[in-house]
């Protein structure tokens, strides 16, 4: 771009707002005096507004970000258990950190969502297992149809940062580990387009008339390791697929619904081109959280989860944790 050029559109955009400016003022000035004038002859006067006025600028920008931290620290000690398979000595550490950034400009706005929490349970002269490991990151572009309806398009990343290992003695009586999982393997890759509600504040139900799910194995190695042929329904000749169809997902992020009462929830429905009827098209995600805050930086919650997904398994899974510990956030 030419220097004289691009100095004459730097020079048009921040002029014009100033001229408008100028013009409303002008016109307000020139409508004052209209109206007096027509209240003098006993004329009653209509005012319309200037179509400058109506319209909002691309430099009016908002921006909406929130962290939130949370780690917990405890251990267990025996002495003369009764039950060594159950009562050992262990230290256990967790932690859970969440990101929500909201970036709007008019008509546009972008949403970027993070959640990561690690948990490692290490026995007294022994080995350390990971007991949670989770890696979400998800983005969403929304364009205004009407207030509160928007088109949206979203991309999902789930998946885990660290290698899982299982444990076991072999014939000499020695412990061993295997490969068990790892960082995208297995891995998740959402995409979804269609309509997006908006309610509360800065919650979300998304319905995705056209979206896709991959599964995808990084790591072939775990099919050794685990003597599988087939692994979260992928084949280790082909350790990538891609499914259609169309999703239903609700996002509410941490929100006051008492005092000192918090609660936090996200959903995902993803239904695979197919009989509706039959559960293997289904895959279904649910997360949903109840926390109380108390002396500043303590909280107490109680934190489910619910998957399905038979290509894993025909039941559903369900796990409820207790939490308890120290938590920072520069919202709540």
Not at 163 to 173: E, G, L, Q, R, V
Request: aromatic letters at 16%; hydrophobic letters at 35%.
């Amino acid at each position: 771009m030419k220097p004289r050029l691009a100095l004459f559109i730097i020079l048009m955009v921040f002029c014009l707002p100033q001229y408008a400016k100028q013009r409303n003022s002008s016109r307000d000035n020139q409508s004052h005096r209209i109206s007096i004038l027509d209240s003098l002859h006993g004329k009653t006067c209509c005012k319309v507004k200037d179509s400058l006025q109506t319209k909002d600028s691309w430099r009016n920008i908002s921006n909406y970000l929130r962290l939130d931290f949370f780690a917990t620290l405890h251990a267990y000690y025996f002495i003369h258990a009764r039950d060594l398979s159950s009562e050992q000595s262990s230290v256990y550490g967790y932690y859970n950190f969440s990101l929500l950034d909201r970036f709007q400009a008019r008509h546009l706005v972008i949403n970027l969502a993070m959640n990561n929490e690690l948990g490692y349970r290490k026995y007294i002269d022994s080995i350390a297992c990971k007991n949670e490991d989770l890696w979400v990151f998800k983005t969403d572009l929304l364009s205004t149809l009407r207030k509160g309806l928007k088109f949206s398009l979203s991309y999902q990343i789930k998946s885990q940062l660290w290698n899982t290992w299982s444990y076991h003695y072999d014939a000499a009586n020695q412990l061993q580990r295997t490969l068990y999982a790892g960082f995208y393997s297995p891995g998740y890759l959402n995409y979804s387009a269609g309509l997006t509600y908006l309610f509360w504040k800065n919650c979300q139900l998304q319905f995705g008339l056209l979206s896709a799910q991959t599964t995808l194995i990084k790591n072939t190695k775990i099919f050794e390791t685990r003597a599988q042929h087939q692994l979260y329904g992928l084949e280790r000749s082909s350790p990538k697929q891609t499914k259609w169809g169309w999703c239903l997902q609700t996002n509410i992020p941490t929100h006051k619904i008492r005092k000192r009462w918090y609660w936090d929830h996200s959903h995902r429905f993803f239904y695979q081109h197919g009989e509706i009827s039959q559960k293997s098209n289904w895959t279904i995600e649910s997360q949903n959280g109840i926390y109380f805050l108390f002396l500043k930086y303590l909280r107490l919650g109680v934190l489910s989860r619910m998957n399905y997904d038979k290509v894993i398994s025909d039941k559903v899974y369900i796990s409820n944790t207790l939490l308890f510990g120290f938590y920072l956030s520069n919202k709540l």
